[in-house]
């Protein structure tokens, strides 16, 4: 039955775990490593469970076996030094209120007022104790006397804080103003829970508030006001000129209990004890936590909380009579009321009575100390996360840059590397390219220098034929000239042989009516005739226009020649004057044929 159910706890925590696993890689990291512990209420060992698994790797993972076992490690070690400093004898005893490494502090014997103080929540600090330093075996003939050791050492813890006590009002000071440096320290955490500069400016009810928040209770009131007297025209005054000036005169000005478990451990340990052995109550320590006052968390930042509420807070707690009790303290029903008197009323009925008024103080002092130990513990909480936080910030920032560092170095040697790779690669590239280049430029004088010798050949050449066409072109313009005048022979030839065929046909006309006259139209003879004439003039029409094709001929020839300046070889024909000539030597044999009829 027993492994069923260590299994089904075990089932129970490897869920826990899986759900606190983001990754998905069954593995969780620091942040989610304290995240768990605080769901299971291990912030007392997750310090030392993270220090045991993740051995200052913050950036390690840690499996559900590992987390198991270190977890159990732990749990078995803290428990047997626990059970290492308890009494051989089963007599009844409170448990120590603090445990700090083999120390314990706190009272052996059952207090008075058992029933109120099981309600306080205990205050215990166990620190793992070293493998050198924890005994591995105790003899049992050692027992009794290292358990005296070890009560020796209590009691004795117990009496330093009894008779000597720092924080204590009325305790010896050296000196009779606190020091620069613990004003300072003040200061720099009074602006750091506010989350103020040193200039920064508050009211006189905030001030005030910051005197009784930060153990400063007991100030005179007649320097508060010499103080206040300072304030800006807004009514406001700067937390910095605020602490130097409850200071300037150099009075003992040694703060109260910051916590309100310091208080409770400063009053316990100032009372005396009885007979028996049990502290017992004074006027004198009742009278040294006067700055302890009731109903802080209905102070108006005066010291007066109104009567309503008070009234209500003690009907919450279960006091029916509150206002007889009031009135039974002398203290009006009516406004507000001054929370030290009611503290130093409700304080005197504790020594002196026993009946409801009792009743009612004991249910204030609980809720005020109940609501002072939810504010001490949530401040410590987020203190303690800001610390760890801060301490987790640091390792990662150092290892961040211990990290950038080789990570920059790396890249440096491996830049190094790559330029003197590259410094090698480039100058065999720039041996190989200027070796071609060197080439190429060979290459290129020798086609410069063949280029040359062709070009200074081709210019030769060009001059000769340029000095050949100048000669044709001198040749062209003289042929030119010479055909110009040519065809202005030709057209006074042309002219002269038109004159002349119309004057031949003037003679022939006069010819046919001198010899044809006579004859008749409808004759066989006339008509031979007439063909003939026909003839004669058919063969004259055409000589005409061979004529004037080549007069069109010479005009185009001569047109080109003027736009062209070209010289062309004139065809192999005779002259129009030799044609012109043979034409009429043809004719002329006609014509005496003609007038031979």
């Given at each position: 039955m027993d492994e069923v159910e260590q299994d089904q706890h075990e089932a129970r925590l490897k869920e826990l775990f899986d759900s606190f696993d983001t990754t998905g890689t069954g593995s969780l990291g620091q942040e989610e490593l304290t995240d768990l512990c605080h769901m299971l209420s291990l912030e007392e060992v997750a310090p030392v469970l993270q220090q045991t698994l993740l051995q200052d790797n913050l950036l390690g993972r840690v499996h559900f076996d590992q987390f198991k076992e270190a977890l159990i490690l732990i749990l078995s070690r803290t428990l047997s030094n626990e059970e290492h400093f308890q009494e051989p004898d089963c007599s009844l005893e409170a448990q120590p209120k603090y445990v700090r490494g083999g120390k314990r502090y706190g009272r052996r014997s059952l207090p008075e007022f058992q029933e109120s103080v099981e309600e306080f929540p205990e205050v215990t600090v166990i620190e793992p104790l070293d493998e050198e330093a924890r005994p591995s075996h105790i003899p049992a003939g050692d027992c009794s006397e290292h358990w005296k050791t070890q009560r020796s050492e209590e009691y004795e813890a117990e009496g330093q804080l009894r008779f000597w006590n720092p924080?204590?009002?009325?305790?010896?000071?050296?000196?009779?103003?606190?020091?620069?440096?613990?004003?300072?320290?003040?200061?720099?955490?009074?602006?750091?829970?506010?989350?103020?500069?040193?200039?920064?400016?508050?009211?006189?009810?905030?001030?005030?508030?910051?005197?009784?928040?930060?153990?400063?209770?007991?100030?005179?009131?007649?320097?508060?006001?010499?103080?206040?007297?300072?304030?800006?025209?807004?009514?406001?005054?700067?937390?910095?000129?605020?602490?130097?000036?409850l200071f300037k005169n150099g009075k003992s000005l040694t703060p109260s209990a910051s916590t309100p478990y310091r208080q409770l451990k400063r009053h316990l340990s100032m009372q005396s004890f009885d007979e028996s052995g049990r502290r017992t109550t004074t006027s004198s320590a009742m009278t040294s936590t006067i700055g302890f006052r009731v109903f802080s968390c209905l102070d108006d930042g005066m010291g007066h909380a109104s009567v309503e509420r008070i009234l209500d807070t003690w009907q919450e707690e279960g006091i029916e009579n509150s206002q007889e009790i009031l009135k039974a303290l002398d203290f009006s029903l009516d406004g507000n009321i001054n929370l030290t008197e009611l503290t130093l009323a409700l304080e005197n009925e504790l020594l002196v009575t026993k009946n409801s008024i009792h009743q009612a103080a004991l249910a204030s002092f609980k809720a005020e100390i109940r609501h002072l130990l939810e504010r001490v513990d949530q401040v410590v909480r987020e203190k303690e996360k800001l610390r760890s936080d801060l301490d987790k910030a640091e390792k990662l920032k150092s290892l961040?840059?211990?990290?950038?560092?080789?990570?920059?170095?790396?890249?440096?040697?491996?830049?190094?590397?790559?330029?003197?790779?590259?410094?090698?690669?480039?100058?065999?590239?720039?041996?190989?390219?200027?070796?071609?280049?060197?080439?190429?430029?060979?290459?290129?004088?020798?086609?410069?220098?063949?280029?040359?010798?062709?070009?200074?050949?081709?210019?030769?050449?060009?001059?000769?034929e340029e000095n050949y066409i100048r000669d044709r072109l001198a040749l062209s313009l003289k042929e030119n000239s010479r055909l110009e005048n040519e065809l202005l022979e030709n057209a006074e030839k042309l002219a002269e042989y038109e004159n002349l065929t119309n004057k031949l046909q003037r003679n022939l006309e006069n010819v046919l009516a001198e010899k044809f006259g006579d004859l008749d139209p409808s004759s066989a003879e006339f008509f031979l005739q007439e063909e003939?004439?026909?003839?004669?003039?058919?063969?004259?029409?055409?000589?005409?226009?061979?004529?004037?094709d080549q007069v069109d001929e010479l005009q185009s020839e001569l047109e080109e020649y003027r736009a062209q300046g070209r010289v062309l070889r004139l065809p192999l024909k005779n002259s129009p004057s030799e044609e012109v000539e043979a034409n009429s030597g043809g004719i002329e044999p006609e014509h005496d044929a003609t007038l031979c009829y």
């Open positions: 924080d204590d009002l009325n305790a010896s000071q050296s000196g009779s103003s606190p020091p620069q440096d613990w004003i300072e320290e003040k200061l720099q955490e009074v602006c750091e829970d506010l989350g103020i500069t040193r200039d920064g400016h508050l009211n006189r009810k905030k001030l005030v508030s910051i005197c009784e928040q930060y153990g400063l209770q007991n100030v005179d009131g007649e320097m508060l006001e010499e103080v206040f007297h300072n304030l800006d025209p807004d009514g406001t005054m700067s937390v910095e000129d605020f602490f130097y000036g961040m840059a211990s990290e950038v560092d080789d990570h920059h170095a790396a890249i440096e040697r491996r830049n190094e590397y790559n330029l003197r790779k590259l410094d090698e690669e480039y100058k065999e590239r720039i041996a190989a390219l200027k070796n071609e280049l060197r080439k190429e430029r060979e290459q290129i004088l020798q086609q410069a220098g063949k280029q040359r010798l062709e070009l200074e050949q081709e210019i030769e050449k060009a001059k000769t003939r004439l026909t003839q004669m003039r058919n063969e004259y029409e055409r000589q005409c226009r061979v004529l004037q």
